[in-house]
């Protein structure tokens, strides 16, 4: 059983829409859940990060972690173009990072 | 603002030849990372490196790979013999503490092994 799914897309909206990009892990284990943000050619750049169940808000952007579910989402506000990369949840914490494959958005003006 | 560098950007080699991949991770921070990710693939993990030791490694980080911080500043990556699976980008990463939602990340070399 892989660690940690996600959809590859490509996923394509409108400017301003929200976006939903969700991902299942398997390890119960897991503690910490990141967001990366990878441009093409790029290396990742972490977004946020929560510990355990819940959500954490960041402007337009909120992590939300069901423990219950092993199932992590991040939502997009207003998205704008300048949001269009890939975006990976991961994972881990300590030393080891373990990511899912990425979705790569793209957003319309 | 401070950052991960990795130099080069590019690497060609062939099939066989020793390859070495630097970063320069950023000037306070502790520990240590390379990843790597195969076109259309997950950036996958392969080492963290600590107080000049390996702390954890994965099942990729065979006896072809080894890492080593010469200096104050340079981290490197050396494969010691190529092989074409081998091409990918490798991502040096760095953070201050031993948490990796701490961790900066380089622009990643390619390496591309013919």
């Known amino acids: 059983q892989k660690e940690v799914e996600q959809d590859p897309g490509p996923l394509s909206v409108p400017e301003g829409a929200i976006v939903s990009l969700n991902c299942t892990y398997s390890?119960?284990?897991?503690?910490?859940f990141m967001w990366y943000r990878q441009y093409s050619r790029k290396g990742p750049e972490l977004l946020m990060y929560?510990?355990?169940?819940g959500n954490k808000e960041d402007g337009r952007f909120t992590a939300q972690v069901d423990k219950s579910s092993k199932y992590i989402s991040l939502f997009i506000r207003d998205s704008q173009p300048s949001d269009s990369a890939t975006y990976l949840c991961a994972t881990g914490g300590y030393q080891k990072v373990t990511f899912g494959i990425g979705t790569k958005l793209q957003v319309i003006p | 603002e401070p950052e991960v560098t990795q130099t080069p950007s590019h690497q060609v080699t062939q099939m066989g030849q020793e390859v070495i991949l630097r970063c320069v991770p950023i000037?306070?921070?502790?520990?240590f990372y390379w990843y790597r990710q195969i076109l259309g693939q997950k950036v996958e993990f392969l080492v963290s490196?600590?107080?000049?030791?390996?702390?954890?490694k994965s099942e990729i980080f065979d006896d072809q790979f080894s890492v080593e911080r010469p200096d104050g500043s340079n981290f490197t990556l050396k494969i010691r013999s190529t092989k074409l699976e081998d091409s990918a980008m490798y991502f040096c990463?760095?953070?201050?503490?031993?948490?990796?939602?701490?961790?900066?990340f380089g622009q990643g070399t390619r390496l591309t092994v013919v």
């Open positions: 490196f600590y107080n000049n030791e390996i702390s954890e």
């Open positions: 929560t510990y355990s169940s």
């Open positions: 990463a760095s953070s201050v503490v031993d948490m990796n939602t701490e961790a900066f």
């Open positions: 390890n119960s284990a897991f503690q910490y």
């Open positions: 000037s306070n921070h502790l520990y």
